[in-house]
């Protein structure tokens, strides 16, 4: 599907922060303490490593940090994206602020994963090929499946109990809703049932439950706490040279950064 798959492409942890501009209004992440991998606890030491660019989720270059201790090279997501994910999952900006509702809107939706599904609700379907500034009618079907997934309507009850626990749902709601998803054939129904389940965890601030809902559900892997990613610190003339001379710049984005050595 896309965006997402039905099993996680991967399981692995993955860091987010909220996107800071510099002095010349640029957008990047500051430099995370710990990569995914040390989430155990184990000694990190990570430095930033460049920006890329990519054709669609954010709308702006991510920034990528590597581990020297680890050895792996690591995206830092605004607080809203999800590895592969190509639409926010939570109505936050890059800077981590919350996104009002629309006037006339109970729930914040415009640009998230589940504005499709608000649409499918209401008897919207998108255009076969787009347009409009949203996806395809494809893509509003795959968003249906996604939300439907979140809620572990195609898994097990073990499974169902274990996403209802993370939001605070009562299991049997998700049980029945279920066993009537299975029985509707129409796309507006199916979209109408998972709505219904959305808007409560949407509602107020509970919208950052369905980050950890998604990875309890094998949408994606686990969002690391926030705390885990300090400010980025600033960086003296001898220390950005010594970290181009090493190769530690790339890509379009030329932020000043330096390696947070915390080893
Ligand atoms: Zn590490």
Same mark, same amino acid.
């Given at each position: 599907m896309e965006g997402?798959?039905?099993?996680?492409?991967? /399981?692995?942890?993955? =860091?987010?922060? +909220?996107?800071?501009?510099?002095?010349? +209004?640029?957008?990047? %992440?500051? =430099?995370? /303490?710990?990569?995914p991998l040390g989430d155990d606890g184990s000694e990190c030491r990570v430095g930033f490593r460049g920006c890329r660019e990519r054709k669609t989720g954010p709308k702006l270059p991510l920034t990528v940090a590597r581990c020297h201790c680890h050895g792996i090279a690591f995206t830092v997501y605004p607080p809203a994206f999800v590895p592969y994910g190509r639409a926010a999952v939570v109505a936050v900006d890059v800077e981590g602020r919350r996104i009002g509702a629309e006037? +006339?809107?109970?729930? /914040?939706?415009? +640009?998230?994963?589940?504005?499709?599904? %608000?649409d499918a609700a209401a008897g919207q379907r998108w255009a076969e090929a787009g347009g409009g500034g949203k996806g395809s009618r494809r893509t509003q079907g795959r968003r249906l499946t996604v939300g439907a997934s979140l809620f572990g309507l195609f898994a097990d009850s073990r499974a169902r109990e274990r996403v209802a626990a993370v939001l605070k749902l009562p299991a049997l709601m998700l049980h029945e809703a279920a066993q009537r998803h299975v029985g509707l054939d129409r796309w507006r129904e199916r979209a109408e049932l998972v709505w219904q389940l959305l808007r409560q965890p949407l509602a107020g601030a509970r919208s950052y439950v369905l980050l950890a809902a998604g990875h309890v559900a094998g949408l994606w892997g686990r969002p690391l706490a926030r705390g885990t990613v300090r400010r980025r610190p600033q960086q003296s003339g001898s220390e950005r040279l010594a970290r181009a001379a090493t190769g530690g710049l790339t890509g379009s984005c030329t932020l000043p950064r330096v390696c947070a050595e915390t080893g």
């Open positions: 997402y798959s039905e099993k996680p492409r991967s /399981a692995r942890p993955f =860091v987010q922060a +909220g996107y800071e501009r510099d002095e010349s +209004g640029r957008l990047a %992440a500051p =430099v995370p /303490a710990r990569c006037p +006339g809107a109970s729930v /914040a939706v415009a +640009g998230t994963t589940w504005e499709a599904i %608000a």
